[in-house]
């Protein structure tokens, strides 16, 4: 049976898409599965990080496989990795419908990060519309979250009456997820017990249970 491929994808810039990708993969590498990362955005944010975790960890360390495609060629590449991983997590450029759509394509779940703001909420509409056009489940996960701040709600709640699914789980707006990443690591590996660590790995857990084993 192939592996399970997760795409993160938002078309709007600065939505914490590496950093979802990386602590994704991480939180489920963590939790016994197999685990590839592919990184299909020319900025190259990802492979960064991996490079700084294998510096940090060595090669064999990492607990991850990491490749870079673009294009057309990561529809191709995603589907070679699931053939020997049980996840293969897609980190996807911005503000480009044409990269994205193969790994939209290949995907089983699409995640898609939403800071909790009027103007995140309406820039999502272009990437949940892509989505739809190639029929792939999509979760929204809502990122950067400010505790008791009311907007955040109205936004949760906003989000809800798109008629897409969101995940329960939320990412906190911490210092601590930028700081592990400058590090090659993630929260869930600087500060093991930490809300951050809990909220990566309830995240984590949804999106399994929602994919299925």
């Not at 991996?50 to 360390?61: K, P, V």
């Not at 093991?192 to 790995?201: D, F, R, T, Y």
């Not at 949804?206 to 299925?212: A, D, K, L, T, W």
């Amino acid at each position: 049976m192939a592996g399970r491929i997760i795409t993160i994808a938002q078309q709007k810039g600065g939505s914490g898409k590496t950093t979802l990708a990386a602590h994704l993969a991480v939180a489920l590498a963590l939790d016994g599965v197999r685990v590839a990362l592919l990184d299909c955005d020319p900025q190259g944010s990802l492979g960064e990080w991996f490079e700084r975790r294998e510096s940090s960890l060595g090669e064999a360390g990492t607990g991850l496989d990491f490749r870079t495609a673009s294009g057309w060629g990561a529809r191709r590449e995603a589907r070679s990795l699931a053939r020997d991983y049980d996840f293969v997590v897609i980190d996807t450029p911005p503000k480009s419908d044409i990269e994205s759509r193969p790994a939209i394509e290949a995907a089983s779940l699409v995640a898609v990060p939403v800071q909790p703001t009027p103007v995140d909420l309406w820039a999502t509409q272009a990437t949940l519309e892509m989505i739809a056009k190639e029929g792939t489940p999509s979760l929204l996960v809502i990122n950067r979250v400010l505790p008791r701040v009311a907007l955040t709600q109205e936004i949760a709640e906003a989000i809800q009456a798109l008629g897409h699914p969101a995940a329960e789980s939320r990412l906190g707006n911490r210092v601590a997820f930028a700081a592990s990443m400058g590090a090659g690591r993630t929260i869930q590996e600087t500060a093991p017990g930490s809300k951050g660590a809990a909220e990566v790995q309830a995240l984590a857990a949804e999106i399994h249970r929602f994919i299925g084993p």
